[in-house]
Nanobody, 126 residues
Framework: QAQLVESGGGSAQAGGSLRLSCAASIDFSSNTCMEWFRQAPGKEREAVAAIKAMQGYTYYGDSVKGRFSISLSRDKYKNTLYLQMNSLKPEDTAMYYC?????????????????WGLGTLVTISS
């Protein structure tokens, strides 16, 4: 059964860094796409960063370009999606969700999402 489990959330000061992890128990294919989303209280869900799993193509939302970096580590025993977040701002405060699906598209991220994690909370103070 597919499962995505996020970790690494917490509190940080503005200007600081955090790294989120997502342990992914899914089947990978040449079309697999993984993505980080976030949702702040009272706001719509926002696509943060996406990666085409096998090829390494990446997409970033405008609000995080140059500050966040998405990567995927795969080996025989486990698959982990990361989101390295630097130069954090109070407006980065949100619940962050790991997602997996297919059909990576430049400028969009993952066009189809099949699985979601439960989320990890990030709080940035000024």
């Amino acid at each position: 059964q597919a499962q995505l489990v996020e970790s690494g959330g917490g509190s940080a000061q503005a200007g600081g860094s955090l790294r989120l992890s997502c342990a992914a128990s899914i089947d990978f294919s040449s079309n697999t796409c993984m993505e980080w989303f976030r949702q702040a209280p009272g706001k719509e869900r926002e696509a943060v960063a996406a990666i085409k799993a096998m090829q390494g193509y990446t997409y970033y939302g405008d609000s995080v370009k140059g500050r966040f970096s998405i990567s995927l580590s795969r080996d025989k025993y486990k698959n982990t999606l990361y989101l390295q977040m630097n130069s954090l701002k109070p407006e980065d405060t949100a619940m962050y969700y790991c997602a997996a699906g297919r059909d990576y598209s430049d400028g969009v991220g993952c066009a189809n999402i099949n699985y979601w994690g439960l989320g990890t909370l990030v709080t940035i103070s000024s």
